[in-house]
């Protein structure tokens, strides 16, 4: 996808740095039926904190299609399920913090919508946060704005930012 297995593997985050035009699945944009898509991954990674965490992710989501008046997919819509949970390896820590979405992206522009809460947002720092509120993309995937409150996964789990 466009940015590290991580953020690929939660889909709500997948779908929000997806927005670029010309990125969005084919399969989200054709006019049929909403697509629905669901499953599960597991894997561990050394490149977010300083200690290594395993990330354990299930979803079950709708990308609901908009069109305007020629037939034109001008937005995409997603909601459903989306459940996120971080082990740090070398302490045992977990956090699970909530995901619920939903999000919307306009095609013409790639900028992508994403409220509520959501469990894997990368800050334009590279920092690993969860969140709660509003958050805007560009069409390249940086954050244009943030709202609410943001937590950092790994001061969550007992340990720090990666130190590269």
Same mark, same amino acid.
């Given at each position: 996808m466009l940015i590290n297995r991580l953020v690929t593997a939660l889909v709500i985050a997948a779908a929000s740095t997806a927005s670029a035009v010309g990125a969005v699945p084919a399969a989200w944009a054709t006019p049929t039926e909403n697509y629905r898509d669901s499953g599960s991954d597991s894997f561990t990674t050394s490149k977010v904190c300083s200690d290594p965490i =395993?990330?354990?992710?299930?979803?079950? !989501?709708? !990308?609901?299609?908009?069109?305007?008046?020629?037939? *034109?997919?001008? =937005?995409?819509?997603?909601?459903? *399920?989306?459940r996120i949970s971080y082990t740090?390896?070398?302490n045992g820590n977990t956090y699970a913090p909530n995901s619920s979405g939903p999000g919307t992206i306009n095609l013409s522009t790639g900028q992508t919508w994403v409220r509520g809460s959501n469990a894997a947002v990368f800050s334009n720092d590279g920092v690993l946060m969860s969140t709660s509120g509003r958050i805007i993309y560009s069409a390249d995937g940086s954050i244009i704005s943030i709202t609410g409150k943001q937590r950092s996964v790994c001061a969550a789990l007992g340990t720090g930012d990666y130190g590269g």
């Open positions: =395993r990330v354990d992710s299930t979803w079950s !989501i709708v !990308i609901h299609t908009f069109y305007d008046a020629a037939g *034109t997919a001008t =937005r995409l819509a997603f909601t459903g *399920t989306t740090d390896l070398a």
